[in-house]
């Protein structure tokens, strides 16, 4: 079975990170959905309420799991005999960033390999700080996040 993990901060989830989640489901057998807490970052939700909406989200997708890891998301990997980490890319500033990412994944993990999917047009600009800025000044985002953030948005 191939299985592969989605790692990220899901602060909260968006259709962006949905989009890139269904064409990973395509590929693989499974994915993992990660939630990467760095306990150094502040955040917007706390993990487990990440974790709770995007289980939320995908409650009719078939072979996704929701869990989360406050250690290296490679060491997880290792952990669950995983090879391959899905990130998504929207635009040429996301790159650099994963770039360096993979590197130093490559460098903590040899076995370790990332897969980029390209965001789709129609949800390239969304960022999970673009939905709480665009949210708290008044902007309906129902069409860019899953109803599990919605609801809590309000
Ligand atoms: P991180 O803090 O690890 O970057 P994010 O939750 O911001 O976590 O993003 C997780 C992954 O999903 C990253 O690879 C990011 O580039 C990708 N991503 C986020 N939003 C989108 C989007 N709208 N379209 C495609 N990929 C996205």
């Known amino acids: 079975m191939k299985v592969a993990i989605y790692p990220g901060s899901f602060d909260p989830i968006t259709n962006g990170h949905l989009d890139i989640l269904k064409r990973s489901l395509e590929a693989f057998d499974k994915v993992i959905v ?26 009719d997708y078939k072979n996704v799991e929701v869990d989360y890891t406050t250690g290296l998301t490679v060491d997880y990997a290792k952990k669950h005999g995983v090879k391959h980490l899905i990130r998504g890319l929207r635009a040429v500033t996301d790159f650099e960033y994963e770039f360096q990412l993979a590197v130093a994944n490559e460098f903590a993990d040899k076995d370790i390999d990332m897969i980029f999917f390209m ?13 709480m800025e665009l949210n708290k000044n008044g902007v309906d985002v129902s069409a860019l996040v899953p109803n599990s953030v919605l609801k809590r948005l309000k």
Do not use: C
Request: net charge negative; aromatic share 6%; proline share 5%.
């Open 34 to 59: 990660l939630v990467a807490v760095n306990p150094d970052k502040s955040s917007r939700f706390s993990p487990s309420e990440r974790v709770e909406m995007i289980k939320e989200a995908t409650a």
């Open 119 to 131: 965001a789709h047009g129609d949800t390239n600009f969304i960022t999970s700080s673009m939905i």
